[in-house]
């Protein structure tokens, strides 16, 4: 709908009275009260069945497939800083997604680049708070009506696009499912909200005495989700998700003015899964500790040699050489360069042969621990099921969703939001060594390469929770990734010694880094990670041969003018 | 240097203020007033170039807001939140660090801000208080630099006015306000409203909504100013849209407002509001699609408040004179004529009321610590006035208390409350005469009376065109030989600002008021524009741009006779007393 008064881009003062509708700001909704009888299930098959028998116009395909999504979240979090609560706040909606595709599974709408967009994007409408019948259904005729006219002005495109563009072995554009029901039970949202509250201001409260830091803050959030989808080919599934996080920051600057922060993250399924607020403040204290450490460590210098990757940091440097990189394989069409790095490297070596990796989201925890990557039925109604990457050292597969790729067309159950995912990734080696033995071998390797000192590297930027002076990235270009600074790194000395790093990136970190892998530890780590969805990497430490970390920028900010309040002594 | 002398002074009586502040002070006010006068003392000469000026805008907001969409609760929302936003000149009040650089573009100055604690912690507050100051000090100092360079490098400025004016220090405290909404009874009165709705079949969306705030602003600066003021606001918003036949999209809005829950209208008013905008739509939706057109047209009243507002008052906020980038459309102009010697023009932020009318614009402190004045205009057509923020410029150097911004804006001059006002009024049954009259004289087949404007655009900078552009709902074509009047839809109203307003003819005796939010560089302010219904000469319209969607192909499911279960009107009741 075309709402008054949208500022154009290009006018430089734009001035404007309007009736001020109310900002839209907030999403609403009861995210996980429809059980069987609910309005706005009947509401999504009443206006499936309108629509597949209805929605035509002339001389252009009927949709072959008609699809929605009833996505409901509910979450509630709050945050405080040195002991006082900065915010509280509760959310709840609902919203449904509508895929309509004309043409058929051979060649439809989508996977193709028209221009300026990717088509096939599937188009979500909010939803009332209320589980009401009727705007349900408003919402549905609308939002498929659009969409409908949008996938055959597309479908055309792509046609006439195909007329004048050779494609050699176009893949099809939807692999055919078989029908499938699976409702998985609704879980609402459960949180005391006073107690969650009460936490986070004694979390915060650890840094009123902290002289060094800068600005602090504790957080907590907690969230239910459910995805309910009904489909013209027989999809009827409903997942569910659940979440509970605790994090800490804290942030500096050292006396060159170079910005200095870390984290503390705790992830489960529920807040009762938690570990206890003792154990929290602990785990905050050492943040601190840690931090207000490596304030004083001196700057990072240039480094090529060997790096010990331990615990949460072994999991994301996988996460972002390999996982990441065998996510979303999707090649549409006028896009050449899109598709997974390793399309072509298929039943090749990528990593020594003493690794396997295999992506089982069916199983929810390990030894104890929730893993959040898991899932029974993917985002395409396909079952999940476990799936060898990595067999020995080879590569047996990327992440399929429905959409085939040139070189594997089945969906293998990784469908993440419509594009092949990663849900529990398990590493495991042949090649371990104890903890002690593999930080021996750390030394060995730096006294075998000459070197003062070898590197260890115990937290890395993560992009779920941000940090002051390592922003995550993992970005890959034409070869090259750009892997994620190291939050918490030491320089470990031929005699041991250990001397907090501060600054330092990496640089020169390709896919071939894999292969740099030399041993491993023989106990793992469950990481559990937000990143789109929720994944969870059970790895154990990395002692990679050769990485390269390059100085710190010489420009830093200037220090504040004057000293914390709290310790101005005033 | 005098000015800055000056400043010193006026620094020693704010920590004069500040020991002798009563104990029961808000901690915010507490915690800010000793921050700030830390800060100041210990900023002021630590680099060459001296801080003389440091302020600190605190807003508390509480809001809710609660939508129903045919017959459901879209959404029932709570927010609270509080923010700091910092205020630090470096420089001397001749020439600061708020300066503009000449050649560079810049939305507008934008002050370093930060969130703070919802709780009463004097410590966490003057912890960000803290780094908030730090970061706007660094921020000025850098900014300042360039400055000065710019003024070495450019040719004279055309108004050499200082940059911001000495204001005498205020003092004034009310109690804090808070949010009083019974939500659970909005929630059901919203669904029952906005389920009237579905007895039109032809509309796409629709929903009735409530918002209310409630905003505390407590202000410190080191001129010794300190403020403690409150506003509440509800907004009652009925809105719904459909697409005519040949795709264009189509929407009408109406709105109440007032001060608290107990002023917002009772059910039989709204649903009486709701149906009149359900069949103002379905006219619109099957009226003609206007031509253009250029001929004599009225403005009513709301809509000519909305016309003044865009093409007039935007033009006299008093930094726009100064900046070389802006059209200065009146700069040159004060003394003279610029609208025809029936109509004068006044800016009183002080109004509360309008006869029974809340007045939206209404304020007692600017966001600068002035107080709000009533400010003439325009005089029997001759320009007199602007509205002065603390930015001086060309014979005007002082603030008359319209420096207005949001949270997380600087403050410049915007409008408050509008009026128009006219000599020689008559009956809006005469102005209509006079129209069909002036149609006849013009030998043009009809007149145009615009009914209800949404709002619209202006462009007052040299880079665009000095254009505006409002956007008529409600458009009526008035024939001369005596046919009915004519709903038309499509219509663009366009020109540029003189022109339109010279061509004003003459003036009912029907003022009423326009309430509204408006938005500009310093962010989101509410005003208000009152005004009677005017008679212009020539008037020009144009398409407008439409959409070349179909409507859609299916019936709507609410009333679609192939389809098994239509609700009838007693079924949605049913349904709604089941919720």
């Not at chain 1, 993917?378 to 060898?388: I, K």
């Not at chain 2, 320009?383 to 002065?388: A, G, S, V, W, Y």
Request: hydrophobic letters at 35%; charged letters at 30%.
């Amino acid at each position: 709908m075309n709402r008054p008064a949208p500022i154009p881009a290009f006018v430089a003062t734009a001035l404007l009275l309007s009736l001020a509708a109310p900002s839209a700001a907030a999403p609403p909704a009861t995210a996980t009260a429809e059980d069987e009888e609910s309005p706005t299930l009947a509401a999504m098959q009443d206006e499936l069945a309108r629509t597949v028998e209805r929605l035509r116009m002339d001389d252009v395909p009927p949709p072959y497939l008609v699809t929605y999504t009833l996505n409901g979240r509910e979450s509630y979090s709050c945050s405080a800083q040195l002991g006082a609560l900065v915010d509280s706040e509760g959310s709840d909606s609902r919203s449904v997604t509508v895929d309509v595709r004309v043409g058929s599974p051979e060649l439809d709408n989508t996977n193709f680049v028209n221009r300026f967009y990717l088509t096939g994007r599937r188009r979500s409408t909010t939803l009332t708070e209320d589980d009401d019948y009727w705007t349900t259904r408003q919402r549905l005729w609308l939002t498929s009506d659009a969409q409908y006219k949008s996938a055959v002005e597309d479908l055309s495109a792509k046609e006439a696009w195909l007329k004048t563009n050779r494609v050699p072995d176009r893949p099809a554009d939807l692999t055919p499912v078989e029908p499938i029901r699976h409702r998985e039970p609704l879980h609402p949202l459960e949180v005391d909200r006073e107690a969650s509250r009460e936490l986070v201001r004694r979390l915060s409260a650890v840094f009123r005495d902290a002289e060094k830091v800068q600005g602090s803050r504790a957080s907590f959030t907690t969230g239910a989700s459910s995805s309910t989808a009904i489909s013209s080919e027989g999809r009827d599934t409903r997942t569910t998700g659940r979440y509970a996080r605790v994090t800490a920051q804290a942030w500096t600057q050292a006396e060159d003015g170079m910005p200095v922060g870390d984290l503390a993250v705790w992830y489960a399924r529920t807040p009762d899964g938690l570990p206890s607020a003792d154990e929290m403040e602990a785990g905050v204290r050492r943040m601190e500790e840690r931090l207000s450490e490596r304030v004083d460590a001196p700057r990072a210098e240039e480094y090529i040699g060997p790096v010990l990757f331990e615990g949460e940091a072994a999991c994301f440097l996988i996460l972002e050489l390999l996982i990441d990189r065998l996510s979303s394989p999707h090649e549409p069409l006028g896009l050449p360069s899109a598709g997974t790095p390793f399309k072509n490297r298929l039943n090749r070596r990528v990593t020594p042969n003493f690794l396997t990796v295999v992506d089982d989201p069916t199983r929810s925890e390990f030894e104890g621990t929730p893993l959040l990557g898991h899932f029974m039925v993917d985002d395409d109604g396909v079952p999940a099921q476990p799936l060898t990457l990595v067999e020995e050292g080879r590569l047996r597969a990327w992440y399929m969703s429905r959409i085939p790729t040139r070189a594997i067309a089945e969906s293998n159950g990784h469908s993440v939001g419509g594009e092949g995912g990663p849900g529990n990734v398990f590493v495991r080696s042949s090649h371990t060594l104890s903890k002690e033995a593999l930080r021996a071998e750390l030394l060995a390797v730096a006294k075998d390469q000459e070197l003062p000192y070898g590197i260890r590297v115990e937290v890395m930027a993560r992009s779920d929770v941000s940090v002051s002076g390592a922003r995550a990235n993992g970005r890959y270009r034409n070869g090259s990734i750009s892997l994620s600074p190291p939050v918490a790194a030491y320089r470990v000395y031929l005699d041991g010694r250990e001397e907090p790093i501060r600054g330092g990136e990496w640089q020169g970190v390709t896919l071939r880094s894999l292969r740099d892998i030399y041993v491993t530890g023989d106990a793992p780590t469950v990481l559990n990670a937000a990143r789109g969805g929720f994944v969870s990497v059970v790895c154990p430490d990395l002692l990679v041969e050769e990485m390269e970390m390059k100085k710190p920028e010489e420009q830093e900010a200037k220090l504040p003018y004057l000293p914390h309040p709290s310790f101005a002594g005033d | 240097m005098s000015s800055f002398l000056l400043a010193l002074l006026l620094l020693a009586s704010a920590e004069a203020d500040a020991a002798a502040a009563p104990a029961d002070d808000p901690v915010l006010l507490r915690a800010l007033e000793r921050e700030l006068a830390r800060s100041f003392e210990g900023l002021a000469n630590v680099e060459s170039d001296p801080l003389y000026f440091l302020a600190y805008r605190a807003t508390e907001s509480k809001s809710l807001s609660v939508a129903g969409a045919y017959g459901a609760l879209l959404r029932s929302d709570r927010s609270h939140d509080r923010r700091l936003d910092v205020e630090a000149r470096i420089g001397s009040p001749e020439l600061d660090s708020t300066h503009q650089i000449r050649g560079e573009f810049e939305f507008g100055p934008s002050p370093a801000s930060a969130t703070l604690p919802l709780e009463d912690d004097e410590e966490a507050i003057r912890a960000a208080a803290w780094s908030a100051t730090d970061r706007a000090f660094k921020d000025s100092l850098q900014r300042f630099l360039k400055v000065k360079t710019n003024e070495a490098v450019k040719v004279e400025a055309e108004d050499a006015s200082p940059d911001f004016s000495i204001e005498p220090p205020s003092d004034y405290r009310e109690p804090m306000v808070d949010l009083v909404a019974d939500e659970e009874r909005w929630q059901e009165r919203l669904r029952r409203l906005s389920a009237v709705f579905r007895e039109y079949p032809f509309l796409h969306e629709s929903s009735v909504s409530l918002r209310a705030e409630a905003e505390n602003r407590v202000y410190a600066s080191s001129e010794g100013t300190r403020l403690i003021f409150g506003r509440t606001h509800f907004r009652l918003s009925i809105e719904a849209s459909t697409k005519a036949d040949d795709g264009m999209d189509l929407q009408l809005y109406d709105s109440f407002e007032g001060p608290s829950e107990e002023t917002m209208p009772d059910d039989a008013r709204i649903e009486a509001a709701v149906r009149d905008l359900a069949e103002r739509l379905q006219r619109l939706k099957d009226a003609p699609v206007v031509e253009p057109y250029a001929g004599p047209a009225i403005i009513m009243n709301r809509a000519c408040g909305v016309f003044f507002h865009e093409i007039f008052g935007h033009r006299i906020e008093g930094h726009r004179q100064k900046n070389v980038d802006e059209g200065q459309t009146f700069t040159k102009k004060v003394g003279t004529e610029i609208m025809p010697p029936f109509l004068s023009v006044t800016d009183d932020p002080t109004r509360g009321r309008f006869g029974a009318t809340y007045l939206n614009g209404h304020y007692k402190y600017d966001d600068e610590g002035v107080p709000a004045q009533a400010v003439p205009l325009v005089r029997d057509g001759v320009l007199e006035n602007f509205l002065m923020a603390r930015s001086p410029i060309e014979g005007f150097p002082d603030s008359n208390g319209h420096g207005r911004c949001s949270a997380g804006n600087a403050p410049v001059s915007r409008q408050g409350n509008l009026f128009v006002d006219a000599k020689d009024r008559v009956s809006f049954e005469r102005l209509r005469e006079m129209l069909v009259e002036e149609v006849r004289t013009q030998g043009k087949p009809y007149g145009m009376i615009f009914h209800d404007i949404s709002g619209g655009f202006t462009t007052t900078q040299r880079r665009g065109p000095q254009a505006f552009k409002v956007i008529p709902l409600y458009v009526v074509r008035v024939y001369a030989d005596g046919r009915d009047d004519e709903v038309v839809r499509g219509v663009d109203l366009v020109g540029t600002p003189l022109a339109s307003i010279t061509k004003m003819v003459a003036a009912a005796d029907d003022d009423a008021v326009f309430n509204g939010s408006c938005g500009a560089e310093s962010g989101w302010v509410p005003v208000s524009a009152v005004a009677p219904s005017v008679l212009v000469k020539e008037i020009e319209i144009e398409k407008k741009a439409k959409s070349q969607e179909r409507p859609p192909l299916l019936p709507t499911p609410l009333h679609d006779e192939t389809d098994g279960d239509v609700p009838s009107d007693d079924g949605a009741d049913g349904q709604e007393d089941a919720q």
